[in-house]
Protein backbone atom coordinates (compact mmCIF):
# COMPACT_ATOMS: atom_id res chain seq x y z
CA UNK A 1 0.00 0.00 0.00
CA UNK A 2 1.04 3.07 -1.05
CA UNK A 3 2.30 5.25 2.47
CA UNK A 4 0.92 9.22 2.80
CA UNK A 5 2.46 12.35 4.84
CA UNK A 6 0.49 15.48 5.00
CA UNK A 7 2.11 19.19 5.75
CA UNK A 8 1.13 22.24 5.24
CA UNK A 9 -1.66 22.87 7.33
CA UNK A 10 -1.57 25.67 10.16
CA UNK A 11 -3.04 28.53 12.08
CA UNK A 12 -4.68 31.49 9.41
CA UNK A 13 -7.67 34.06 9.78
CA UNK A 14 -10.65 34.06 7.38
CA UNK A 15 -10.63 34.97 4.15
CA UNK A 16 -6.71 33.82 4.55
CA UNK A 17 -5.10 31.22 2.16
CA UNK A 18 -3.10 27.64 2.89
CA UNK A 19 -1.52 25.29 0.34
CA UNK A 20 -1.65 21.52 1.61
CA UNK A 21 0.66 19.06 0.36
CA UNK A 22 0.94 15.36 0.42
CA UNK A 23 3.60 13.39 -0.61
CA UNK A 24 3.12 9.66 -1.38
CA UNK A 25 5.83 6.87 -1.53
CA UNK A 26 5.88 2.97 -1.88
CA UNK A 27 3.71 2.66 -4.55
CA UNK A 28 3.60 3.84 -8.44
CA UNK A 29 1.88 7.46 -7.70
CA UNK A 30 0.15 7.63 -11.21
CA UNK A 31 -1.86 4.06 -10.99
CA UNK A 32 -3.73 5.77 -7.92
CA UNK A 33 -6.65 8.34 -7.76
CA UNK A 34 -5.71 10.71 -5.14
CA UNK A 35 -8.38 12.80 -2.60
CA UNK A 36 -8.74 14.62 0.50
CA UNK A 37 -10.75 14.54 3.37
CA UNK A 38 -11.64 16.22 6.39
CA UNK A 39 -12.80 15.69 9.61
CA UNK A 40 -13.78 18.01 12.25
CA UNK A 41 -14.35 17.45 16.51
CA UNK A 42 -17.32 15.67 16.96
CA UNK A 43 -17.44 15.10 12.93
CA UNK A 44 -17.74 12.24 10.47
CA UNK A 45 -14.57 12.35 8.06
CA UNK A 46 -16.27 14.26 4.61
CA UNK A 47 -15.28 14.16 1.12
CA UNK A 48 -13.55 17.16 -0.11
CA UNK A 49 -12.10 17.02 -3.43
CA UNK A 50 -10.79 13.98 -5.37
CA UNK A 51 -8.18 13.96 -8.49
CA UNK A 52 -7.68 11.21 -11.19
CA UNK A 53 -4.74 9.94 -11.87
CA UNK A 54 -3.19 11.96 -14.65
CA UNK A 55 -4.57 15.20 -13.08
CA UNK A 56 -6.92 16.01 -15.77
CA UNK A 57 -10.42 15.69 -13.82
CA UNK A 58 -10.75 17.03 -10.72
CA UNK A 59 -14.26 17.08 -8.35
CA UNK A 60 -14.98 19.16 -5.41
CA UNK A 61 -17.77 18.42 -2.49
CA UNK A 62 -20.33 21.99 -2.92
CA UNK A 63 -19.12 23.00 -0.06
CA UNK A 64 -15.62 24.17 -1.03
CA UNK A 65 -16.46 24.33 -4.76
CA UNK A 66 -14.90 27.62 -6.19
CA UNK A 67 -12.52 28.20 -3.00
CA UNK A 68 -10.33 25.11 -2.84
CA UNK A 69 -8.62 23.81 -5.96
CA UNK A 70 -7.08 19.98 -6.01
CA UNK A 71 -4.18 19.22 -8.10
CA UNK A 72 -1.31 16.59 -8.28
CA UNK A 73 2.30 16.11 -10.03
CA UNK A 74 3.03 13.01 -10.66
CA UNK A 75 7.22 13.26 -11.58
CA UNK A 76 7.15 14.45 -7.34
CA UNK A 77 4.79 11.40 -6.36
CA UNK A 78 2.32 14.92 -4.59
CA UNK A 79 -1.17 16.20 -4.26
CA UNK A 80 -1.77 19.40 -3.59
CA UNK A 81 -4.83 21.35 -1.99
CA UNK A 82 -4.99 25.27 -2.89
CA UNK A 83 -7.11 27.09 -0.05
CA UNK A 84 -8.61 30.49 -0.27
CA UNK A 85 -11.18 32.04 1.35
CA UNK A 86 -11.07 30.04 4.36
CA UNK A 87 -14.02 30.48 7.06
CA UNK A 88 -14.22 29.06 10.23
CA UNK A 89 -16.44 26.19 9.13
CA UNK A 90 -13.42 25.17 7.44
CA UNK A 91 -11.67 23.81 10.41
CA UNK A 92 -10.67 20.53 10.65
CA UNK A 93 -8.12 17.83 10.33
CA UNK A 94 -7.18 17.22 6.47
CA UNK A 95 -6.58 13.83 5.55
CA UNK A 96 -4.66 12.67 2.40
CA UNK A 97 -6.70 9.81 0.42
CA UNK A 98 -5.31 7.16 -2.02
CA UNK A 99 -7.34 4.03 -4.02
CA UNK A 100 -5.44 2.16 -6.93
CA UNK A 101 -7.14 2.11 -10.11
CA UNK A 102 -9.79 4.93 -9.05
CA UNK A 103 -10.38 8.43 -10.73
CA UNK A 104 -12.27 11.70 -9.79
CA UNK A 105 -15.80 11.39 -8.51
CA UNK A 106 -17.06 11.55 -4.94
CA UNK A 107 -15.55 9.01 -2.36
CA UNK A 108 -17.34 7.61 0.31
CA UNK A 109 -14.57 7.25 3.27
CA UNK A 110 -15.19 3.87 3.70
CA UNK A 111 -13.96 2.88 0.17
CA UNK A 112 -10.41 4.44 0.78
CA UNK A 113 -8.10 2.13 1.70
CA UNK A 114 -4.93 4.34 1.93
CA UNK A 115 -5.05 7.44 4.37
CA UNK A 116 -2.04 10.02 5.55
CA UNK A 117 -1.79 10.90 9.22
CA UNK A 118 -3.53 14.31 8.48
CA UNK A 119 -2.73 17.77 8.86
CA UNK A 120 -4.63 20.29 11.35
CA UNK A 121 -6.62 23.53 9.70
CA UNK A 122 -7.88 26.01 12.11
CA UNK A 123 -9.62 29.13 10.78
CA UNK A 124 -10.20 31.54 13.25
CA UNK A 125 -12.64 34.34 12.80
Known amino acids: QVQLV ?9 GG ?11 TFSFYGMGWFRQAPGKE ?15 HADSVKGRFTISRDNAKNTVYLQMNSLKPEDTALYYCAARLW ?17 TQVTVSS
Request: charged fraction near 20%; charge should be neutral.
Open 45 to 59: REFVATISRNGGRTY
Open 6 to 14: ESGGGLVQA
Open 17 to 27: SLRLSCAASGG
Open 102 to 118: SDDGYWSPRDVPSWGQG
